[in-house]
């Protein structure tokens, strides 16, 4: 492994960290949202979440180089802001990856709230526990499977993320070139030995880290399913 | 959408010429770098028209192009955007020795979307008024490597090398700086004389600028606007752009005849037209 591909690594790491995060923090509200609403716009909300499934990512980079360029609408708050532009910069990978995985945490999380039975919740309200307690004491310990799966999937679909990256990243060495890109450049200019060095570091990781969801998601499910009976 | 009408126009005419000209009539598949396939579909036209063959044309990557044929892709020819790919294949035993040549060479500009920002000697590139130039991967495309090849010939290569943006091709390229998020980029001159008379500096730039050849009916909606610097020649290495005809098409007399027809006098008036040199 050369500098430039632990370099690669790195920040790959470090772009599906923040991703992740982010979309715990705001991914978990929507989820919630969906899963207990009664709104008509229910199914739109639902629909907007997962669009990103629908759109090629080069299609979505491409609108997004758009939207965050100078003459788009997020570039020119972002300039109002005084935060510059985002495209070519760590921070323009960590907006495009939040939209781009939302689908792959909130519907995980979605689905783990739909299956916090109401009437666990209707106990802990009669035992004037309040809607925030009821949030965080009840509803979050039972879904706790979705939260890894949410979080796993979300990590490894922001690493397995490539077009959309490619389209407003700009290649850039330790700030936008990511492992990704990097294999991809590597291909292109036939350095294959290279390639296939990071390729593989690659499928190592998408492994452990798959191995690791099914081996703490599945006791974890039974755990939960106990709780529940 | 221009060029899938002018194929199928095309197409329309073989079929009509086909009962005319049934005993010659062939069938060419073509690999074109992307860069040359509007100029493709004009001359494919002309030598539909004069020979009945038709073409069916794959535009994409010259490099892919070289991984897809290795293994085994049927294209006849390849119309490449550099000389090393061509002399690759004939070396690798995938193309026909000998049938490499110089159909056109690339010429490269400093472009900007905004008007008057590049002037007509480049010195936009010292003023440093800018936070991010793009230029096609060097690695891969020859646009590339001649845009750095500037950049170190001005010795402005640490000056500017913060402000790097790396496109996939120099249609990537393309799009940074047409969007505004670099800007301003090299890339190739056939690319940015889409839309009438080109200016550099508002003036417009003498010499082998085309204009009315060049004008919008090759690129209907694609608006060029801005200001670019016409590279001179001497500041970079020459971009030759061979076709050689490939081992699939050794046989086949359409494929040697669009070869053929490539350094005939019409196509290279249409070469010429978008921008390249002959």
Not at chain 1, 26 to 49: D, M, N
Not at chain 2, 133 to 155: D, F, H, M, S, T
Not at chain 2, 188 to 202: E, M, T, W, Y
Request: net charge neutral.
């Amino acid at each position: 492994m050369t500098e430039a591909d632990w370099s690669a690594i790195r920040l790959t790491a470090e772009l599906a960290g923040a991703t992740t995060l982010l979309l715990l923090i705001f991914g978990t509200p929507i989820a919630w949202w969906l899963a207990r609403t009664r709104s008509s716009l229910k199914p739109v909300w639902a629909a907007v979440v997962a669009m990103p499934l629908v759109l090629p990512p080069s299609v979505l980079g491409f609108y997004l180089l758009l939207l965050m360029g100078p003459q788009g609408m997020v570039g020119q708050l972002t300039q109002a802001l005084g935060i510059g532009r985002l495209p070519f910069t760590f921070g323009g990978l960590v907006v495009a990856s939040v939209l781009y995985s939302m689908p792959f945490v909130v519907q995980p999380l979605q689905q783990a709230f739909e299956a916090v039975p109401e009437r666990a919740l209707e106990a802990a309200a009669t035992l004037r526990a309040g809607p925030w307690d009821r949030f965080f004491s009840v509803a979050l310990p039972l879904a706790r499977p979705g939260f890894v799966t949410a979080s796993v999937l979300g990590f490894a679909h922001t690493v397995g993320e490539f077009g959309v990256v490619l389209m407003i990243g700009g290649s850039i060495p330790g700030k936008t070139r990511v492992m990704s890109v990097a294999i991809y450049d590597h291909v292109e200019a036939a350095e294959y030995a290279d390639a296939h060095r990071l390729a593989a570091a690659m499928v190592v990781f998408a492994l452990v880290v798959l191995v690791t969801l099914y081996r703490v998601n599945r006791p974890a499910r039974d755990e939960a399913g106990a709780a529940a009976r | 959408m221009s060029l899938a009408l002018s194929l199928r126009r095309a197409s329309i005419g073989i079929a009509l010429g086909s009962t005319l000209l049934a005993a010659q009539a062939g069938e060419v598949t073509v690999a074109v770098a992307a860069n040359f396939a509007g100029p493709l579909a004009k001359i494919g036209e002309g030598f539909t028209a004069a020979t009945g063959h038709t073409l069916k044309v794959s535009s994409g990557a010259t490099g892919k192009f070289y991984t897809q044929i290795q293994a085994g892709a049927p294209f006849e020819v390849l119309i490449a955007a550099d000389d090393e790919t061509p002399k690759k294949l004939i070396a690798e035993g995938q193309a026909v020795g000998g049938s490499n040549f110089t159909y056109a060479i690339g010429k490269l500009v400093l472009w900007s979307a905004t008007p008057g920002f590049v002037d007509d000697q480049g010195a936009v590139l010292a003023g440093g008024k800018f936070t991010h130039i793009a230029v096609a991967n060097p690695k891969i495309a020859p646009y590339g490597q001649a845009g750095l090849e500037v950049i170190k010939a001005r010795g402005l290569s640490d000056a500017i090398a913060p402000k790097l943006v790396t496109a996939e091709s120099i249609a990537q390229a393309y799009q940074f700086v047409l969007s505004g998020n670099a800007e301003l980029g090299f890339v190739a001159l056939s690319q940015v004389i889409g839309a009438g008379p080109p200016q550099a500096n508002g003036r417009p730039l003498g010499g082998s600028t085309p204009t009315a050849s060049g004008g919008q009916t090759f690129f209907p909606g694609k608006p060029v606007t801005g200001s670019y610097w016409l590279v001179p020649a001497s500041l970079y290495g020459e971009i030759r752009q061979d076709a050689v005809l490939l081992k699939a098409g050794e046989k086949n007399e359409a494929a040697k005849a669009l070869l053929a027809y490539l350094k005939s006098a019409p196509a290279q008036a249409v070469i010429l037209a978008y921008g390249y040199g002959a």
